[in-house]
């Protein structure tokens, strides 16, 4: 209940859908003032949400900033949060991405250059199944492919959503008598880090963070992003919106 409560909430407060909604309910209004303000009003929402100069300022204060690689440490584990696989697109010989496959590629990445002994990828089938694939070992077929040794990678294939990455992985964790008290990578898109981060810590892990998969720039305004509409920021605010709701919903029923 809870899920279908957060994600119907989700849908109904998206950009795109407040502009549809004020656009169709200016449509129908009887009342001249109230039609030319809900229609006006819902242009101006599209406007807004349009404009790639406004989505990156907000994106680029909302991502954690980038880390050196060279500046970190040796991490025994690596923790990979999934959600960046096209499950519904099935294929026994390989794996489809979608954007986010910064958080399999970065982190063979800092497997490669000694900087994760070992990789946990943490991740089920999320809540649209269209197929018996879970991500966890969709990644785990790619990063072997990769040169990851498979003795080196350690699978949580059930969980479903953030919060659940973090329980079963403590869980698997604590079966297998992993030291729990030392430091663990944790790696994921850096819209979803903060969330990502009071998850792990809530059940008490000791993590270090490795923002990847960015949607800011670092060249936010200029002549075209200030005065072309684009569909790429919907997209940014559409992350945003969901982002910033879950971080309520986790924090409301005391997740984080």
């Known amino acids: 209940m809870l899920f279908f409560l957060s994600q119907l909430f989700s849908f109904l407060a998206m950009p795109l859908t407040l502009v549809l909604l004020l656009l169709v309910a200016g449509f129908f209004s009887k009342s001249p003032k109230w039609r030319k303000r809900l229609s006006g009003s819902g242009i101006l929402l599209l406007v807004i949400v349009t404009n790639n100069a406004l989505s990156t300022l907000v994106m680029n204060a909302w991502e954690p900033p980038l880390k050196p690689i060279s500046t970190l440490p040796t991490y025994d584990i690596g923790i990979v949060l999934t959600g960046v696989t096209n499950i519904n697109k099935t294929a026994a010989d390989r794996t489809f991405f979608d954007k986010g ?26 809540f649209q199944q269209k197929n018996d694939q879970r991500e ?7 990063m072997i ?12 294939d059930q969980s479903q959503n953030t919060r659940e990455n973090a329980v079963f992985t403590k869980r698997l964790l604590e079966s297998r008598k992993e030291n729990l008290t030392q430091p663990y990578l944790l790696i994921s898109s850096a ?16 993590i270090d963070t490795f923002p990847v998969d960015y949607y800011g720039n670092d060249n936010p305004i200029n002549l075209r992003s200030i005065l072309q509409p684009s569909p790429n920021s919907l997209v940014v605010w559409h992350k945003l919106t969901k982002e910033w709701i879950g971080l309520l919903v986790y924090k409301a029923v005391g997740y984080i």
């Open 101 to 126: 496959a910064d958080r399999a590629t970065h982190a063979v990445q800092l497997y490669k250059e000694g900087k994760l002994k070992r990789i946990l990828i943490t991740g089920g089938q999320g």
């Open 136 to 142: 966890a070992i969709l990644l785990a077929n790619f």
């Open 145 to 156: 492919t990769a040169g990851v040794a498979e003795s080196d990678l350690i699978l949580e």
């Open 191 to 206: 819209f979803h880090m903060k969330r990502a981060e009071a998850c792990f810590r809530k059940v008490d892990f000791q």
